[in-house]
């Protein structure tokens, strides 16, 4: 069976027809199966804002979620022309030819007139795409901050609930999208590309700081003195800056995804790092702490949504934020109020 590149649409998933039917139980074993038009139709089902829509994929991610959490996540980020999609598409065919099955989530830009994945229709990593092993699905940003589609955590257990042992999230790279993808992910990878301004001065700290391992890309040709300085630059920079974890410091590789260097090294140092986070206990204790900020992420999400759906405090709260625009009350001030009517309610 081909891989299967899913199509990206900020629409109801009714159109694929819904997954938790009648039938419900054989679509659940085909999507455990690894069937990729069934995954598809789910994320879809995951990603539609209607309600019933979203009563179906609570129900369908309850009943997966015990299949979920086996797949090593891997967090892919890094400034526009780094190289992210030719980096993952050379490590995700590497991956599969070592027997894993592998997942890309790639989260693109959004247009701002209908919503819709910019990139997603066009296949940037066509051999890949093509790779049995391998399902890749682009998810538009939306509105949400950080480079990551709202549902993204729940298309990740959808994709792990149906075999795939490696997970790729892939972000837009630009604005707060590393914290983001950080915050979702057991490794976050963080690339970076010679000559082309990400120079110690063009790099945020803390931005260096998120990372569990720094890749140099495209060392090669031209390029490859250029690669040299950059991570020695790296490496120096990492070595006055407080590791998240104290005995396991960030590395730093140099690859080549078109001539195929340091992609093995690459996946090593990965496989090495998630075995000590998860023999020393940091693994469990980072995604525990992921999934308290999920929560309170989601909570912040529904009640803003309950409080615009309901007719008397969503008019309270159009009140109150345009006294909060119009400069005659604080933000918090109006926030309280808003609060003490949620409860008397």
């Avoid at 990729?36 to 209607?50: D, H, N, P, Q, Y």
């Avoid at 830009?109 to 919503?115: N, Y």
């Amino acid at each position: 069976m081909a891989a299967h590149v899913a199509p990206s649409k900020d629409k109801s998933a009714a159109q694929d027809g819904p997954i938790m039917t009648d039938k419900k139980m054989d679509g659940l074993a085909a999507l455990r199966s690894g069937d990729r038009r069934v995954l598809a139709r789910a994320i879809t089902l995951v990603e539609s804002t209607k309600t019933a829509d979203r009563e179906n994929a609570e129900s369908l991610l309850s009943d997966l979620l015990p299949r979920a959490g086996k797949a090593i996540r891997l967090g892919i980020s890094g400034a526009p022309g780094a190289g992210k999609s030719t980096f993952i598409e050379a490590f995700g065919t590497y991956l599969t030819g070592q027997g894993n099955k592998v997942a890309v989530l790639a989260v693109d830009p959004s247009s701002r007139r209908s919503g819709g994945s910019i990139l997603g229709d066009k296949t940037r990593m066509e051999k890949l795409a093509r790779d049995p092993h391998a399902f890749i699905r682009p998810s538009p940003a939306g509105t949400t901050l950080g480079g990551v589609a709202r549902r993204t955590r729940e298309a990740m257990l959808l994709v792990e609930a149906a075999g795939f042992d490696v997970v790729i999230v892939e972000t837009v790279g630009v604005g707060q999208s590393e914290t983001a993808v950080s915050e979702m992910v057991d490794l976050f990878v963080l690339l970076l590309s010679p000559g082309g301004g990400d120079d110690l001065q063009g790099i945020k700290r803390g931005v260096m700081e998120l990372a569990d391992l720094v890749l140099v890309t495209k060392a090669d040709g031209d390029l490859k003195a250029a690669a040299n300085r950059a991570a020695a630059d790296y490496k120096g920079a990492l070595h006055l800056m407080r590791p998240k974890y104290p005995t396991l410091p960030p590395g730093v590789l140099q690859v080549s995804a078109l001539e195929g260097i340091g992609i093995v090294e690459a996946w090593k140092t990965m496989r090495d790092l998630h075995d000590k986070l998860k023999e020393r206990g940091h693994l469990r204790h980072l995604r525990e702490d992921q999934a308290r900020r999920w929560f309170w992420n989601e909570m912040q999400a529904v009640l803003s949504e309950e409080i615009l759906s309901n007719e008397k405090l969503g008019k309270e709260a159009k009140k109150l934020e345009a006294s909060v625009v119009a400069g005659k009350a604080l933000p918090y001030t109006a926030a309280r109020a808003l609060f003490r009517h949620i409860i008397a309610a």
